[in-house]
């Protein structure tokens, strides 16, 4: 069988990867990713949208025979770690989003484009490799890896949505419609996972935005050795959350972030995304400030002058109130942000003052950084599933109306299964100028007598202008007798 053209874009992805990454370490990913799912409303819109009685926990199959080469990756990776699909091709819903998560930046070449600086619009350049030692250590890396990452810049805000990336926001809206629109329930399966592998590899790219290193165009940050085999190279700042959190132990979000478009959780005008908030309020390893040499006796406002003065950014600022007798202890001294949070260690030695992270201070950064980042996945994955159809019985006919988010001009389509589960379009797309949130747009005559259950599609643009597919479901079969008492029971 020929597996369907965005399963196989997948299986190429996975051909060519490496075994390090540049962005959050595949643990980390995963762990942010599953920490938003739990936290969102994708558990009730699965059952709701799709019709998946277990949510997140329902058991997806994307047969081997459909997709091979990514199945056989997959199975790469430990299967203790919640994303390996069995010998069947099955995992839970919640193991495909994953998935998307964790494959999201393979080969390197895309890796690239998981860098956006807010400050410049720009993607990743090789701006902060310098000298002689980091050129030759990052071309012996990009030979390893078999791709120049440093030539593979384009913003992250412009990946989500480019065609040359086979997990964009075309691919989940393409694999969100078949898993409504399909004949079989085998096809409508293997679709809902593809479109949670899409919505996770849209995380991923997100959650690279709370990296200080990928929205401070810091590519040398990713060069460093931070392990025993030399070829282990990468971000030791990501090293440390993957050491100190896992998978499991990813914080939870104290709020889910509420944005009005994809990109307004990267970055917005009121500076509200998440690369806007990361690159003025944390350093990377290579856009600290430079060292400089401070003259005995200098007072804190000639300090602060030379200091403004070789800032990488204007923001983060250190204040002009350094302590400077601590830092010429031998452990140094450290700078404070207004809540307390390590923001950089600082060292004077022969009246040079330098600049360093040390990973305790990492660790601090990491324990605030990755709350907000699970805030703002959570956030996405409510506004990638935000609007249902809600179908209700009334006497012979079924009422269709949007529940989560005010719809604007779009195309409504209604479908009916028969009891193999085999899908039947019924009746005509129509045209749809408005449906505000609870109210009834559509009413449906009655449906075939055989029909066990009725889905239906809308595509179109929200109230923001945003693009929007919407997926309603209802099931017209009588519970049994067994499942009425068990509910009794439960009662």
Known sequence: MKYPRFLSAIALVLAAM?????????????GLTEQAALQSALHTRLHSQFGLDQGLFQGLIVAPADAPELLVSLRAFNPTHGYVPDSRGRLTALGWLAAGSVLADSPPGHAAHHFFDPTTGKGLSDATVRGLAQRLHHSLYTRLAGASITRSGMPAIEWVTHPDNPMNLAGFFGQYTSAVTARTPAERQRNVAGALVAAGALLHVLQDMGSPSHVRDDLAAHLD??????????????????????????????????????????????????????????????????????????????????????LARPLPAPSTRLDMRSAQEQRGARLLDNQGVCVADYQLRRNTLSWYIEDDCMAEQVAVILPEVTGYSAGLLDFLFRATIALERKGKQIHASSTGADLGAGTFEVFWDDETGNRTRYGKTVSIKQANHGEV???????????????????????????????????????????????????
């Open 18 to 30: 490496p075994s390090s990454g540049s962005a959050w370490e595949a643990n980390t990913h995963a």
């Open 225 to 310: 050795v931070v392990g025993n085999d030399t070829r282990d190279t990468g971000s030791r700042f990501e090293r440390v959350a993957a050491v100190a959190y896992g998978r499991l132990g990813v914080p939870a979000a104290p709020t889910i972030v509420t944005r009005p478009s994809l990109r307004a959780f990267f970055t917005a005008g009121d500076r509200g995304g998440l690369a806007d908030r990361t690159a003025v309020r944390w350093f990377s390893s290579h856009t600290l400030p430079r060292s400089i040499r401070i003259r005995p006796g200098a007072g804190s406002s000639a300090i602060g002058q030379i200091l403004s003065g070789n």
């Open 441 to 491: 747009f559509a009413v449906l005559p009655r449906v075939p007598g055989r029909a066990r259950a009725v889905a239906a599609l809308y595509r179109g643009v929200d109230k923001n202008g945003q693009t929007v597919t919407v997926a309603g479901y209802l099931s017209l079969a009588q519970p049994s007798a067994k499942t009425n008492n068990a509910q009794k029971v439960r009662r």
